[in-house]
């Protein structure tokens, strides 16, 4: 069975070109939520994993229908893998049924990981050069003593800020 997923973040969206879409690609069943991706829970969105059978493919538009970040749609899509349901991506063209779809998924894994320990080394190198004493963050634009000019004009209303 083909069960399809479609969200908007806002009700002033319409869901009807991703349902068209959807359907188009032969979902039998839709699920639908109108609510930010980042939400703790979405309501049709957990009945729509709950639906979900091993043998079943979940169809999507887009992958940030699923979520806002690739941890999260890594970690969902390995649960589908684990449950034996195949996961289409219409609009992206990846397919988990297809080594091509697989490798897809993958290469976002690897990308993921790889921006993940950019991020730590990146903070490591801060946190070093902090303890050594340097101070990061941009110069401040105004010395001492022209903070204080301009402040005395301001107090005195003589400029407006």
């Known amino acids: 069975m083909t069960i399809g997923y479609a969200r908007v973040s806002t009700a002033s969206q319409s869901l009807q070109a991703q349902e068209a879409h959807l359907r188009a690609a032969g979902c039998e069943v839709i699920y639908a939520d109108v609510m930010t991706g980042s939400a703790a829970s979405r309501p049709e969105w957990d009945a729509c994993r709950k639906a979900l059978r091993p043998g079943d493919t979940l169809a ?3 992958l940030d229908r ?12 390995e649960s589908l893998q684990e449950k034996g349901v195949t996961l289409r991506v219409l609009e992206q063209a990846i397919d988990t049924s297809t080594p091509q779809g697989t490798l897809t998924l993958h290469l976002l894994s690897a990308l993921a990981q790889f921006e993940l320990s950019q991020v730590s080394e990146r903070t490591r190198s801060a946190l070093a050069g902090r303890a050594r004493g340097r101070k990061g963050g941009r110069p401040k634009a105004l010395s001492p003593k022209a903070t204080q000019r301009a402040q005395e004009l301001y107090d005195s209303r003589q400029m407006t800020v």
């Open 66 to 77: 699923m979520g806002r970040s690739i941890k999260h749609l890594l970690e969902v899509a």
């Open 60 to 62: 999507i538009t887009r």
